[in-house]
């Protein structure tokens, strides 16, 4: 493999990995209360 | 000022580029060049895909029951009327580039697109591939940066700041303060280095500007660095008092004298000939512009690809670097909006106009080169900033449409180093919105000495690839910060 094979590999499979984080981070559960009370959504007042 | 590692960081940062760069500007150009080549080469597909993800999220957005969501609380009203709002989008997205790149960059594509097929195909697809440029997915980018700000600082109460959301949607935990720490730094970092472009764009339309009104050719540095000076002494006094009422007369002066040239040009170049290419670039861009979005070039020869990364790639990462710059603006004038509003009214618009625009600059140019035999086309490999005049030379009352040019590119700069201080320095002070005179004017130098060294390289080639070195980490961000606001928008009620 060249050097120029391997720094494109590297690259892409940077890109592989950050899209996978996105995704995982979308369907994430989270815990309730991430937002405090003063930063809740203003529209529900 | 001292206390605040990010803004030290930041304008370190962007201090050692703007060292490096007057120290060394061809070594920079070349640095830039390499890594942006590679890194082209690399993810065009992720860029390509990326923009087309982001146009195909705002309508889905707009089309969704999400659409209803208020950019505020409920009962917020918008600040300004519809009218006065998309006259601003306008002036957001009008800036000195379309006075720059109106006729050269439609010719510029025609100059190689003509190899491949017959010339009229070529002046069509010319057209069409400069309205993708302007259009709708650069529209997006801006969209769903301003989106998310605007959402997360009128409906969730957080700072206008790009870490936001992060925290917003995950909480203040270590990866969200350093992602959203270093989300900041990036978005300071892109809007800089394009801010430094813009300057440098300008310079250089300026001076060819003046080069065509006192009859100089060649005039070399010493006029860039003249027009420079007068441009730096320009934005100094902006930054030091509170001008915001005035600078928003400036910005739409120099849209006024804008949409003026564009009337100007219309009535006076062969208007059927205009009207008959913006007729038929609205149906074509249309019908293939969401296809486009998808088109990489893989199977063409080197010639095509170096042009789709000097070109299309570029101008996305362009797109990228103003984002965060743009985006704040856009938030900040649309609250009380819902979000359908808001994505018509921040893609739909300006996409009309620039299609507008270029239809009338680029055919100008076309009827020059195929009915008149006129000689375009060396200009603009000799030197492209004069295309712009050399065009306006051929049409009646060009003294005076040239000084207008010049002068509406001199507003559009200045009044974009003056917007781009104040949100550097309230990015770097956690959202401050009245960040401190000091931090103003640091940013303006730096913004200046950015701008400086990107008119000693003396080659738009050299500023495309630099502005590309910075703005190309930001697609993460916007990613990132676009995951966010679709989780957020899960919880809301519709």
């Known amino acids: 493999m060249s050097l120029k094979n391997f720094i494109d590999t590297l690259l892409n499979v940077w890109v592989f990995a950050f899209i996978g984080i996105l995704v995982w981070l979308y369907f994430k559960r989270e815990p309730e209360g991430n937002e405090t009370e003063s930063q809740k959504s203003v529209g529900d007042n | ?494």
């Not at chain 2, 097929?117 to 997915?137: C, V, Y």
Request: with cysteine; glycine share 8%; aromatic share 14%.
């Open chain 2, 1 to 494: 000022m001292f206390k605040n590692p990010l803004l030290l960081i930041a304008l370190t940062l962007t201090g050692l580029i703007a060292i490096w760069g007057i120290i060394d500007t061809a070594g920079l150009a070349q640095f830039s060049s390499t890594i942006t080549g590679v890194l082209f080469t690399s993810r065009a597909w992720f860029i390509m895909l990326s923009v087309s993800l982001l146009l195909i999220l705002c309508i889905w957005l707009a089309i969704s029951p999400y659409g209803k969501i208020k950019l505020g609380k409920n009962d917020d009203e918008p600040e300004f009327s519809t009218v006065s709002w998309l006259t601003m989008l306008f002036a957001a997205g009008m800036g000195v580039g379309l006075l720059f790149w109106g006729t050269a960059e439609p010719l510029s594509h025609f100059n190689v697109i003509r190899n491949y097929t017959d010339t009229f195909r070529a002046a069509e697809h010319a057209l069409f591939i400069t309205n993708f440029h302007w259009g709708l997915h650069a529209w997006a980018i801006y969209a769903v940066t301003g989106l998310v700000m605007a959402y997360f600082s009128f409906r969730k109460g957080y700072p206008i700041l790009v870490s936001s959301p992060m925290k917003a949607v995950f909480g203040q935990r270590t990866w969200t303060r350093s992602v959203g720490w270093l989300s900041d730094l990036l978005a300071i970092y892109a809007i800089a280095i394009g801010i430094g472009g813009s300057i440098a764009m300008g310079v250089f339309q300026i001076q060819s500007g003046v080069e065509s009104l006192l009859g100089l050719h060649n005039s070399g540095l010493w006029l860039a660095g003249v027009i420079f000076a007068v441009l730096c002494l320009s934005y100094i006094l902006p930054l030091t008092v509170d001008l915001s009422k005035g600078m928003a007369t400036l910005s739409n002066t120099a849209m006024a004298i804008a949409g003026g040239l564009l009337i100007f040009v219309l009535l006076t170049g062969p208007t059927y000939y205009i009207m008959s290419a913006i007729t038929g670039s609205i149906g074509d861009y249309f019908a293939r512009v969401v296809p486009h979005g998808f088109k990489t070039y893989t199977f063409f020869d080197e010639k095509v690809t170096n042009w789709f990364q000097s070109w299309t790639l570029t101008f996305m990462v362009w797109w990228l670097a103003w984002a965060p710059f743009v985006g704040v603006f856009i938030a900040r004038i649309s609250k009380g909006r819902t979000i359908r509003e808001y994505i018509i009214g921040v893609i739909l618009v300006p996409t009309f106009f620039s299609i507008f625009w270029f239809g009338v600059f680029s055919s100008v140019g076309f009827y020059g080169v195929l009915k008149l035999d006129a000689p375009i086309l060396e200009v603009l490999k000799t030197n492209i900033n004069d295309t712009t005049f050399f065009v306006l030379r051929h049409l009646p009352l060009s003294t005076l449409t040239i000084i207008a040019t010049v002068l509406a590119a001199f507003l559009f700069v200045v009044t974009s180093v003056v917007s781009a201080s104040f949100v550097l320095s309230m990015f770097a002070s956690g959202g401050d919105l009245n960040p401190p005179t000091r931090t103003k004017l640091i940013w303006g130098a730096i913004l200046g000495a950015l701008g400086l060294v990107m008119i000693l390289s003396n080659s738009i080639d050299a500023v495309k690839s630099i502005i590309g070195l910075a703005a190309l980490p930001f697609i993460f961000i916007v990613l990132l910060v676009a995951v966010c606001l679709l989780k957020a928008l899960k919880s809301e009620v519709v």
